[in-house]
């Protein structure tokens, strides 16, 4: 449901941390003077448009999290569980898209999913996860 509603291609690539303005864009910061240097503009990327039916926000988050608690309660049972590792990193970054007006936060969950990538790689091939 995610995936289908709000999901797609254009969030997984969209990185919503502030990057220095090109000239011929208009700033959302000012450049700042730190001592001796001299800060650049920078600008906040706009994120891509939703759909009326998209699932955001907080109603994103808990589903993701709903799923999250499953998959990690299957891991319990069964922890070398590759399949749940990929699904657990997909939802983290599902889970992510919802975090876009706070780029911190938006890390952290494109972290911990890379971090169930890896384990589910690792997995895969035998190694520990």
Known sequence: ???SRGGGA??????PRP???DEDEAPTTAPRKRGAAVEPAMRTPTPPPTAANDITG???VELADEGISYLQKALALRPRYSEAMTYLGLLERQKSFAFFADPAQW??????????QEKASAARSGGKP
Do not use: C, H, P
């Open 1 to 3: 449901v995610l995936s």
């Open 19 to 21: 990057k220095i303005a």
């Open 107 to 116: 890390q952290a969950a494109v972290d911990r999913s890379r971090g169930w």
């Open 58 to 60: 907080g109603l994103r």
């Open 10 to 15: 254009e969030m997984v690539s969209f990185d």
